[in-house]
């Protein structure tokens, strides 16, 4: 009679968890969908033309605004994806304490955002200075020397120890909420937003690149986002980074010698 008693009360939870994993998968793919979605669909706004060098109507606060949003939407779409692990991780530690983890799995999230939509104001304001330095082209491309030594400059990032450090504690989540481990809504937003930092720290160099090809292209933006989730969640992942890393060396030294040639 227990043991069956047991084996009833078993199912339910085990349903609900099974409910809650889809549910949060749904949600996750469901924000990235969106996010794609306006990339995809960029050129016909007010970024995308004026990327395109269209005469806009908009002022100079509106454009810096818009340039925001598009890098905002950027980092959800390339960076969500790579921090959906953690968050089931979360989910899973979370809903040992006995209780439904939702609220506090979406604060984590939105602490995660939260920090590279802070990411995301600092890129604004380095596009504009380009912008204004003419280091940039219409398409949000970056000049031949300096496309060289952003390569250069992520590549021997890559190998460096502060890279090391930042990604072992975006590959290692439970080490990172076992040292980390904050209780209640408020304190999984401030766990996302911590592993934002870390996640910042070891990317961002790598969304610095997305003004070697111009910040609008799709495939550059999908090629750097499958390069970020390849270093967090493969088994090779520090070796996609050394590689990674020397290749964007080499390339770097190629186009800067190539820079005679190029003007």
């Known amino acids: 009679m227990t043991q069956g008693s047991s084996g009833s009360a078993s199912a339910p939870v085990s349903a609900a968890t ?3 994993r889809i549910s949060l998968w749904a949600g996750l793919a469901a924000i990235t969908a969106l996010a794609w979605w306006y990339l995809i669909r960029m050129p016909a706004t007010d970024v995308g033309m004026a990327a395109m060098g269209m005469p806009m109507k908009t002022s100079g606060l509106a454009d810096t605004a818009l340039t925001f949003l598009m890098w905002a939407v950027m980092m959800v779409a390339m960076m969500l994806p790579t921090v959906s692990p953690v968050v089931l991780m979360y989910a899973a530690i979370a809903r040992g304490e006995g209780r439904s983890p939702g609220l506090r799995v979406w604060c984590f999230v939105a602490g995660y955002l939260a920090a590279w939509t802070m990411f995301s104001v600092g890129a604004t304001l380095v596009q504009e200075l380009l912008r ?6 219409e ?7 300096l496309s060289a030594g952003l390569l250069i400059g992520a ?10 450090a930042c990604l072992s504690s975006c590959r290692s989540p439970f080490s990172f909420f076992m040292t980390n481990w904050r209780a209640g809504a408020r304190g999984a937003f ?3 937003l911590t592993h934002g930092g870390y996640c910042i720290g070891c990317c961002w160099l790598l969304m610095a690149l997305l003004f070697v090809a111009g910040v609008m292209n799709l ?10 989730l390849l270093e967090k969640v493969s088994r090779f992942g520090p070796r996609i980074v050394t590689v990674a890393g020397v290749a964007m060396i080499a390339f ?5 010698v190539g820079l005679p040639r190029l003007f």
């Open 219 to 228: 495939l550059w933006i999908a090629a750097l986002g499958a390069l970020v």
């Open 252 to 256: 770097g030294a190629w186009l800067l």
């Open 190 to 192: 401030l766990m996302g």
């Open 132 to 137: 204004r330095t003419s280091m940039i082209n």
């Open 139 to 145: 398409a949000f491309q970056s000049t031949p020397g």
């Open 155 to 164: 590549g021997l990032y890559q190998l460096s120890p502060i890279k090391n």
């Open 18 to 20: 099974r409910l809650d």
